[in-house]
Nanobody
Framework: QVQVVESGGGFAQSGGSLRLSCAVSGGTFSDYIMGWFRQAPGKEREFVATVSRSGRNIRYAVSIKGRFTISRTRNEVYLQMNNLEVEDTAVYYC???????????????WGQGTQVTVSS
């Protein structure tokens, strides 16, 4: 059974940085497109970033472009978050799928989420 596990959330001040990590077990990591999504209280889950199997095809949400960077190695995917804003506060989810996509329904496996809290 494929499992997705995130780590690295926590607290940061506005303007600070955090890095999220995500790994896949029970499957072959290189088979999957990996994505990051987030959900703030009272809001719908929204797309953040996605990276293709090769790492060459990357897409970002407009709201975080230029501040966040998605990358992957052979075994993990990362989300480097710089210049954090209070509006970035949310639960961040890592997801694995078969198609490079910005829609949550395109992803097959999801992690449990990790909380990111940014204070002013």
């Amino acid at each position: 059974q494929v499992q997705v596990v995130e780590s690295g959330g926590g607290f940061a001040q506005s303007g600070g940085s955090l890095r999220l990590s995500c790994a896949v077990s029970g499957g072959t990591f290189s088979d999957y497109i990996m994505g990051w999504f987030r959900q703030a209280p009272g809001k719908e889950r929204e797309f953040v970033a996605t990276v293709s199997r090769s790492g060459r095809n990357i897409r970002y949400a407009v709201s975080i472009k230029g501040r966040f960077t998605i990358s992957r190695t052979r075994n993990e995917v990362y989300l480097q978050m710089n210049n954090l804003e209070v509006e970035d506060t949310a639960v961040y989810y890592c997801a694995a799928g078969r198609t490079v996509a910005t829609l949550a329904r395109s992803y097959d496996y999801w992690g449990q989420g990790t909380q990111v809290t940014v204070s002013s």
